[in-house]
């Protein structure tokens, strides 16, 4: 796939992780809304939430598990956070994403 997130996962454009393993990447974003603004990518090409299957159960529990640590690594456990959950040709970019969001919201993702 061609979208950025697929080449970013593919170390075709430079990124450093703050977080990975077998399924997962997660970076900051590029354009902050908020003091905290963290994307958690799957490394499989999942388009959009429409997309999401029960076959990826697993994959969606090793998501909340890594936004937990995230959240613990920031300091968010006071739950100053969100996670907005994006990915459609609609959107901006076409590939599953978690958007974790702490402290002042700048504006809207
Ligand atoms: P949306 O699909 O509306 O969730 O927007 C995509 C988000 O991904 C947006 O917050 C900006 C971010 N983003 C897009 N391209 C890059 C990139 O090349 N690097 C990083 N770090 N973030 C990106």
């Given at each position: 796939m061609d979208d950025i997130f697929c080449k970013i996962i593919r170390k075709e454009i430079p990124k450093e992780f703050i977080y990975e393993s077998e399924n997962l990447v997660a970076f900051e974003d590029i354009n902050p809304s908020a003091d905290v603004h963290i994307l958690i990518v799957p490394?499989?090409?999942?388009?959009?939430?429409?997309?999401?299957?029960?076959?990826h159960g697993q994959l969606l529990t090793e998501v909340y598990q890594a936004v937990n640590k995230l959240v613990t690594d920031n300091n968010l456990?006071?739950?100053l956070y969100r996670v907005v959950v994006n990915g459609g040709?609609?959107?901006?970019?076409?590939h599953l994403h978690f958007h974790l969001l702490g402290g002042q919201w700048k504006k809207m993702v």
């Open positions: 490394k499989q090409h999942i388009e959009s939430i429409r997309d999401v299957k029960s076959e456990e006071n739950g040709k609609a959107q901006h970019v076409p």
